[in-house]
């Protein structure tokens, strides 16, 4: 679609007159008729508010292919799975994993290719192959080639070892020692928990990224325990392959924020 057909559709989704889409963006109606009619496009500023309003990227406005890749990780960018900003709106430079609510999930090039390997490789692609590709590509990406600066001093790290410390205090029987917490969208882990009055609850928000891990199970080789983060709570829980017959374990409020 062409940028005036984008424009008309998201405004008429969410809702708004053209009135009332130029008083959010700070211009007249007769500008976004104009948009509208395929007469002008909107200027660059105007485009990152209209970005931020819709939850879109620039791009997608402009009506452009995603072409985009994240700038920590290297993976192709689509609409679903570009970061957010503390505020909502969209980063197109990163994806959710690499970036959430405005904090870099990575400080250590290391952890990223360690996770990396273990979801890339299979039977075409060995891990060693894998590796080897990682630590080529991932130095020319702009993010390692700045992290020292677009870091936080290593304040994300150190809240992470906080909630490592606090879960390995739990001593949960069976589990073995936790020694990393890696970047997950809660789409992809939000298992249905069976409570004891027979109802059944998820605690994750998909949109959302958490902090987490997967873990054996030494007493049952048959399942493994699932366990995720972040500023707010700690769950701990154990199922079966691919999330097969969960059972709670713990879902428990942080003291220590």
């Known amino acids: ?9 998201l405004r008429t989704e969410k809702g708004l007159s053209q009135d009332a889409l130029a008083a959010q963006v700070f211009v007249t109606r007769q500008a976004v008729s104009r948009w509208e009619n395929g007469e002008t496009v909107p200027s660059t500023d105007t485009l990152k508010l209209l970005s931020a309003l819709f939850g879109v990227s ?6 452009l292919p995603q072409k985009l890749i994240c700038q920590c990780c290297g993976m192709p960018l689509e609409e679903a799975i570009i970061s957010r900003e503390k505020d909502g709106s969209p980063n197109d430079r ?3 994993w690499c970036y959430a609510d405005g904090t870099y999930q990575y400080s250590d090039m290391d952890d990223l290719i360690a996770v990396c390997v273990r979801s890339m490789a299979n039977s075409e692609h060995s891990e060693a192959s894998v590796r080897a590709y990682l630590e080529d590509m991932l130095p020319q990406l702009d993010y390692w080639k700045r992290h020292e600066e677009l870091g936080d001093g290593g304040a994300f790290e150190a809240f992470k070892q906080q909630l490592i410390d606090e879960i390995n205090a739990l001593h949960i029987e069976g589990m073995p ?3 990393q917490l890696n970047a997950l969208v809660g789409s992809y882990v939000n298992l249905e928990y ?3 009055n027979g109802e059944t609850v998820r605690f994750l928000d998909d949109s959302a990224t958490y902090l987490g891990n997967q873990l054996e199970n030494l007493q049952d ?3 493994c325990f699932g366990i995720l983060a972040n500023m707010d709570f700690i769950l701990i829980g154990s199922y079966e392959g691919n999330g097969a017959d969960p059972e709670l374990i713990l879902y428990q409020k942080r003291v220590n924020i």
């Open 1 to 9: 679609m062409e940028t005036k057909d984008i424009l008309y559709e």
């Open 58 to 63: 620039i791009n997608t406005l402009l009506g």
């Open 94 to 96: 990163y994806c959710k």
């Open 177 to 179: 020692k936790l020694e």
């Open 194 to 196: 069976p409570l004891p």
């Open 221 to 223: 080789e048959t399942r």
